[in-house]
């Protein structure tokens, strides 16, 4: 069975910083590109940052220079590093990971979800 499971979320004040995680299993870890995304109250689910299986990154403009993904593929583990944070922000943070073969999908999963509230 496979599960994707987000901690680390929390309500910080503007200009905080959380870390959140995703915890693996049941995937072979290091094969998946591993990425967050976020759907704010009223918004459309947007893709905030992704890693690649070989490490490269690619962010989303508005966080860019503020968050910092990263994986452990030891631990099955990928981390969203987010600092200087603003209400904006203010999202649910969903887990998200994809395996492609070939160029062609064969196994994509989602996490449950994990609660960011940035607010004074």
């Known amino acids: 069975q496979v599960q994707l499971v987000e901690s680390g979320g929390g309500l910080v004040r503007p200009g905080g910083s959380l870390r959140l995680s995703c915890a693996a299993s049941g995937i072979i870890f290091s094969r998946y590109a591993m990425a967050w995304y976020r759907q704010g109250p009223g918004k459309q689910r947007e893709l905030v940052a992704v890693i690649t299986s070989g490490g490269s990154t690619k962010y989303v403009d508005s966080v860019k220079g503020r968050f910092t993904i990263s994986r452990d593929n030891a631990k099955n583990t990928v981390y969203l590093q987010m600092n200087s944070l603003k209400p904006e922000d203010t999202a649910v943070y969903y887990c998200?990971?994809?395996?492609?073969?070939?160029?062609?999908?064969?196994?994509?999963?989602w996490g449950q979800g994990t609660q960011v509230t940035v607010s004074s």
């Open positions: 998200y990971g994809e395996y492609l073969r070939v160029g062609v999908r064969v196994g994509d999963y």
